[in-house]
Structure formats: C-alpha cells, structure tokens
C-alpha cells in the first residue's frame, strides 16, 4: 500500500511540474523555429511552398522555385542564383558570407538592411525604419521583438 501512494505521490509531483513547464515551453513556436527568417525572401521554399509550384496568389516562380515577380516587380538574379536587382530599380548588396547585407533604392539609399551571426542567423533588420531584433538558442530562433 506504501508503495502504490508513494506511486501516486511522485506521478503527481511530475505532472505538475511537467504542466508548469509546458506553459513556459509554448511560449516558443518550435514548429516554425527552425524556420529562421531570412533577409531578402526569394525562394518557394521561403513561402512554404513545395512541388512544382509556378505562381501562388502574386509570386510567381521559375522552374528551379527562384521568384520571378511579385506584385507586378521583376527580379533579375545572377549566375549564382542570388538577386542582383529588381525592376522597380532597387539593387541588392551582398555580405562577405554572401548573405543579403542591404538593399539600395533607384537613388543608392540604402532602403533595407540585415546583421547576421557568425552562423548565419538573422539577428537584426531595419526596413523603413523600423527595426526587429531576433535572439536564437542552438540556431533556432526563440524570439523576434
């Protein structure tokens, strides 16, 4: 009989603790955490998107899922694959980890830019000046503020 209250005892100390710590938990969005934002999104698989995918809703894409157009703005794209410049006249600045460091209006103002980590996380985006932080634990984002 000691031994199956003992039982109870400890299932219910656990599960208590194992709820409070839950409720800390869902606090972060692990679904999509491995889903680190980007700074310039310019793939399909940046929409969540999969398969041959030509067009959704306003993107439309090539054959290997590199965006063609969005909202009427042509983007042209370099050997490599990476955006060079869009139609409307913005032009894209890469980073030595050849990631996208700013993005330059038609005038050379910088418009948009981006600070990464040293593993390639976004940590910072400033567009229009508006500014959003992003925090990461083991390379999966946990906060965004």
């Not at 980007?38 to 969540?48: A, I, R, T």
Request: hydrophobic share 40%.
């Amino acid at each position: 009989m000691n031994k199956l209250l003992l039982f109870f005892m400890v299932f219910a100390f656990a599960k208590a603790n194992y709820t409070q710590a839950q409720d800390f938990y869902q606090k972060v969005d692990w679904e999509h955490a491995p889903y680190n934002p980007v700074g310039f999104y310019n793939h399909k698989s940046h929409y969540k998107l999969k398969g041959d995918v030509i067009m959704k809703n306003t993107f439309f894409f090539d054959t290997n899922g590199l965006l063609l157009v969005h909202d009427l703005n042509r983007f042209i794209y370099d050997k490599s694959g990476r955006i060079i410049a869009c139609q409307n006249g913005d032009k894209v600045v890469y980073n030595e980890q050849h990631l996208v460091a700013k993005v330059l209006n038609s005038k050379g103002i910088v418009s948009r830019s981006f600070e990464y980590d040293k593993n390639k996380n976004l940590i910072k985006s400033i567009d229009g000046g508006a500014t959003v932080l992003y925090t990461y634990v083991a390379n999966r984002l946990v906060e965004e503020r």
